[in-house]
Structure formats: C-alpha cells, structure tokens
C-alpha cells in the first residue's frame, strides 16, 4: 500500500473516464460497454468498471491506465485492477496466435472454416455471452475491436445487433443468439469464436432435450469456444470434445488481462513459474507476461503493487498452487488460501471436489459441489461439502450417497466431508466463480 506521503499528484488525464450505466444486461446496455471498450481500444479513453468511484488523478506509475476492472478472486474482497492499453494489445495478439496456430496443427485445417482462422491471423468475429463489467467479458468485445484494427475492418467485428442476454441462459436462448453470428461471420469470410464460463457449458453440453441437440449443433459451429472462468468438470469437457465443441480451457485472472494460458498451455510471451516447489513439484504460481496489470488502485486514492515484482521481467505472483509438466503443461491445483487444516492433515478442497465429479456412483446425482473448511474446536476445522443435485434426484438420500461413494474412491479418509449440505444454488461472484467464503458461511450455519 502506499503511504499517503509518497502519493504523487499526477495531471488530470487527458483521456477522460468513462463509466457506463450499469450493466442490466440488455443490448442497449451491451452497446453502451462495447463502444467505450472500443475508445480504450482507440487510445481514446479510459474505460472504469472499478468497485469504487475513479481517482481524480492516477498515482505515479498508473499513468498510463486505460482499462480498471473488478476483481475477487473466491475471497468477495472486491479490487480495482488497472490495465494499459499496451496489456491488452499483447493479450490480443496472443490469444490470436495461439488460435491461429492451434487450427495451423490441427486435423481440421483444410475446411473452409477452418482455413478462415488461419487467413485472418487467428481474429474474427466474438459472440459476447458474458456480462462486459469482468475482464472475460471485456476481452470478447476488445478482441472484436481488435480485429477490425488489424483486419482494417470499419467496426468491430460483433454481432449486428448485439445479443440480449436478459432472461435464463437455456439451449433455446443461445441458439437465437448464436444463429445470426455465425451467418454474419460466414458471409463476412471470418472465424466465429465465442466464450463460455463452465456453467453455460454444462448446461448445452448435457441437456438431453432436442433444443439442446440443437444447441450442441450450433456450438459446434464455432471456430473455438474458450472456457474460464472457474474448473470445468473433466466429463463435461470430454463429451464436448467428443461431440465435435472445439472447446479450448483457459487460465488467467483480471492480474492477467484475462487468459493467459489456453489448454495448459502458456501463451505466446507468457512465462510461468512455480516458486518453492514441495518435493512433488507443487508450489504458488507465478507469471510472467506482456499482459501484465499495472497494480491494484485502491479507495483511498492509493495503490497496491504487493503481488506484483518490481524486477524486469516483473512478474504476478498468484494465490494458485499449480505443478508444471516436464514438458511446460500446467495444472492447477487450488488456491493456497482455501487450504483445509484438519487434525493437522492439509486438505486441498478441489482434490476432493473433483473426486465428488469423477464418481461414477454420483453420476446422475450431484450436478455441482464445493468443499470449504468449517472452524471445528476438536479439529481445527473440518471438511465439508456443498452440493446441488440433478433433477428427480432424492435430497435427503444425497448426504449419505455421496459419503459412501468418496469412502469407495482413492480418497483418504480425512478427506471425506463430515457433513454434505445439499443447496439449491452454489453461491457465485463475478462470472461462475464460486464464492467460498459464502459458502463456508452456509456449512457453517
């Protein structure tokens, strides 16, 4: 944090803030979003969707802000994450590269459709599906801006008009919108690319009406459909692949300018770390990358740089555990700060998460979990479990169900919840991340 005695007055800045009525998810609303996304874009202006009021002037080293955005990680503390221009060029650029060459290498690269991504350097046209007040949501319409710039195209390569995404994200509902898309990306010759949090995935990808058939069809037609935001389930993604999704898995955050590694691996530019290494290889992720946020900007008028290094190449250490592949792919383990000391065993919530997932005795069962730790006198905390059930599903056989099933897995027994709640809803913030603070408040009440 830094000292009000150290804040340097800096001039008013030249591009005026610009802060858009607040998001209800309506086209007008969207439009509202895309066309200050597109005078950041511009050099043009700077676009605030900070938690607080903008700063009357930028601290020295934040001159060049031109994107704030909201950010919580899983903790509902929430941030204003600062990022120039410059970081979302690069995370443009790179995300185009890596489409481009993914088709480059792929089966698929002789078909009309693919040969479109590969003409146009990896841009095209972006299906926003996502709320434009997060950095996911922003990028799908900065990257349409951004194709037009290298293109030389005379807008940004959005849906004309742009989608309406009030109401229930159904099957029904992403087929009207998907539909006119992907004509207008055919007749323009361009790619369509898309991006999904894990929960709208889930829902095309498993529903078993013909409107979800349909939807799956649709989906299919897309040159690419990123996925972040939060895990997705191994057996939602394999079914996708399987039915032909071209669905690519990314990891990043708002530090990050949004993804910064697609299918476990790093972009272009983007290095990755794991810094003090158990003897498994497992240890706090750390990035570095052109993308790179400036730093938080805080209420106060101050700013917060702690999680990023000064040194050249700075880098962004994450509150992530991860281990790296011998040959560079990375997986993610769980943030270190949802860590669950139980009797003095640690316990890492997304290894019993993705047990409750795998179980093929819970299949048909539980739709959605989190595990959180509750502060127990006897053991310090204990584990416990969220989940939400499918449909027809009995609630109160559920518990005891999905007790038995982890007792029948490879999970050690400490692991094993002490109690599974079953809720209607996981709590949420910002885009499908679950809220784990809030949902340590509901095991515990």
């Not at 591009?15 to 609303?29: F, M, N």
């Not at 700013?303 to 997986?331: I, K, V, Y």
């Not at 000391?341 to 290894?351: A, C, F, M, S, W």
């Not at 005795?361 to 509750?374: A, E, F, I, K, N």
Request: with cysteine.
């Amino acid at each position: 944090m830094t000292p009000p005695s150290q804040r340097a007055a800096a001039p008013p800045p030249e591009r005026p803030w610009l802060i858009p009525p607040r998001d209800d998810a309506s086209a007008a609303s969207l439009d509202a979003h895309a066309r200050a996304i597109g005078e950041v874009m511009a050099g043009t202006g700077r676009l605030w969707l900070g938690p607080f009021d903008p700063p009357p002037a930028l601290p020295a080293g934040f001159e060049e802000t031109a994107l704030v955005v909201p950010t919580s990680g899983s903790t509902g503390t929430a941030k204003a994450v600062a990022l120039t221009r410059q970081a979302l060029l690069a995370s443009h650029d790179a995300t185009a590269a890596h489409l481009a060459a993914d088709v480059s290498a792929g089966a698929g690269a002789s078909t009309p459709s693919r040969s479109a991504v590969a003409g146009s350097g990896g841009h095209g046209i972006w299906l926003p599906l996502l709320p434009p007040t997060h950095i996911a949501g922003v990028q799908v319409i900065a990257r349409a801006h951004r194709t037009a710039q290298v293109l030389g195209l005379p807008e940004a390569a959005l849906p004309d008009p742009l989608p309406d995404l009030r109401g229930h994200f159904g099957a029904a509902a992403f087929v009207a919108l998907a539909e006119p898309a992907l004509e207008q990306a055919a007749a323009a010759g361009l790619p369509a690319f898309t991006s999904l949090v894990p929960t709208q995935l889930t829902r095309i990808v498993t529903g078993g009406s013909g409107a979800d058939a349909r939807a799956r069809a649709v989906l299919k037609r897309f040159d690419a459909v990123l996925v972040g935001g939060a895990a997705t389930r191994g057996d939602v993604l394999a079914r996708a692949r399987a039915q032909r999704i071209r669905v690519v898995t990314t990891y990043g955050s708002s530090e990050t300018a949004g993804g910064c590694v697609y299918d476990r691996r790093s972009l272009p530019g983007v290095q990755l770390r794991v810094q003090a290494p158990d003897s498994d290889g497992a240890g706090r992720l750390a990035i570095i990358s052109p993308t790179l946020a400036l730093g938080y900007l805080t209420a106060d008028g101050g700013t917060d740089t702690a999680a990023f290094s000064q040194d050249e190449p700075r880098a962004f250490s994450t509150s992530d555990l991860a281990e790296l592949d011998p040959d560079g792919a990375l997986t993610v383990l769980g943030r270190a700060d949802d860590v669950i000391n139980t009797g003095g065993r640690k316990v890492l919530p997304q290894d019993v998460e993705r047990a409750i997932d795998r179980s093929l005795m819970l299949r048909g069962l539980v739709r959605s979990c989190v595990v959180v730790g509750v502060d127990d006198p006897e053991w310090g905390q204990r584990v416990e479990a969220l989940v939400t059930l499918e449909a027809g599903a009995e609630p109160a056989e559920a518990p005891s169900l999905v007790r038995s099933a982890l007792r029948t897995s490879d999970v050690p027994a400490h692991m094993v919840p002490k109690r599974v709640h079953v809720v209607e809803e996981l709590p949420l913030l910002g885009i499908g991340k679950v809220d784990r603070a809030a949902a340590r408040r509901l095991a515990a009440g």
